[in-house]
């Protein structure tokens, strides 16, 4: 082979794969940081090379920010909490929820300090409780309030972000908390574990973190969104296939930690707190065959308690449960 022949041949590959990678789609997954298997997915390049995506892992501090990022368009796929969910539905946001990321449980909890006087819910009429306002948190709190017969008039609730709750916290001007992680841990130094999400899902305030997506972006991306889905999926089943191997030394663990900033001995605790569903299991009839219903109760609920002003009368438009069917194949 000629040099000019063995040079146009290198310059014509070159110019290939530079045009495979301008046409590759950039896109934006939002999530809150939590350190659950799907975050194994920011750590390699699966996910791209199943989609065909040039992917930016764009954390979240709050569900109201989700959605103002996809009200922008800015963002096309993310994490979302049940509550942010009914918000932002019944605004006329035009998104799905199409998976489970995770149930939450104590991953979300009332932290009192040990010097407050707080030993139950019902100990905090006249106190001062932070929680990020429109959050998973926030109904969770209101729940276990409405079930003590406190009203939101009994009890000083501010709303802050983690990180301010965190400064407050260590300021001494707030009694308690709602909060996840990493803030949850920080403040548990101080502080003791009143009642997580697990105990107000008994009674009758269920949350979770959901997969949402813009729906004109997944109607022209199907088969990417299942690819997404599919690999959520996998790592999701590697955990829970055996979650005791998933220690602070494990392999597993040190990559969630280095991918959100998580204490690795603090991992497996925090693990604990969430339910990962497998999407064989997210499609049944208790999940997302009754998602739609449950988030026309939560937005009832918001709006009860004065936190939207308006509720739809059907939620089913919102909940397109076919990328998870397709994912579970």
Not at 99 to 113: M, N, P, Q, T
Request: charged residues 15%.
């Amino acid at each position: 082979m000629s040099l000019n022949l063995k040079t146009l041949l290198l310059g014509a590959a070159a110019s290939a794969l530079l045009a495979g990678q301008a046409l590759a789609e950039k896109i934006i997954i939002g999530h809150f940081g939590n350190p659950t298997p799907m975050q194994l997915l920011s750590t390699t390049d699966e996910l791209a090379q199943a989609t065909g995506w040039e992917i930016e892992w764009r954390k979240f501090d709050a569900g109201t920010d989700v959605i103002a990022a996809m009200a922008s368009g800015d963002v096309v796929l993310s994490e979302l909490g049940s509550s942010p969910v009914a918000i932002g539905t019944s605004s006329g946001l035009d998104i799905q929820l199409i998976a489970y990321s995770d149930v939450i449980g104590k991953a979300e909890s009332l932290i009192a300090r040990a010097d407050a006087g707080i030993a139950s819910v019902a100990d905090l009429k006249g106190k001062t409780v932070a929680v990020p306002i429109g959050s998973t948190a926030h109904y969770s709190l209101m729940g276990a309030l409405q079930h003590e017969g406190l009203g939101e008039a009994d009890v000083n609730i501010l709303g802050m972000k983690p990180d301010d709750i965190a400064a407050a916290w260590g300021q001494g001007t707030i009694d308690a908390a709602w909060i996840w992680q990493p803030v949850q841990s920080e403040i548990l130094k101080t502080g003791t574990l009143v009642i997580g999400a697990d105990q107000t899902a008994e009674w009758g305030f269920p949350t979770y973190d959901g997969w949402v997506v813009d729906r004109a972006f997944a109607e022209a991306n199907a088969d990417k969104v299942v690819a997404f889905l599919k690999a959520v999926d996998r790592v999701n089943g590697m955990y829970l296939a055996d979650p005791a191997a998933w220690t602070a030394d494990s392999a597993e663990v040190k990559a969630l930690a280095a991918a959100t900033g998580a204490d690795p001995a603090q991992v497996p605790g925090i693990l604990e707190g969430f339910t990962f569903l497998p999407m064989t299991t997210q499609v049944a009839d208790t999940w997302l065959g009754s998602a739609a219903p449950q988030i026309k109760v939560t937005a009832e609920f918001l709006k009860g308690a004065g936190r939207i002003d308006t509720t739809l009368d059907d939620y089913s438009a919102f909940v397109n449960p076919s990328y998870a069917a397709a994912a579970a194949q």
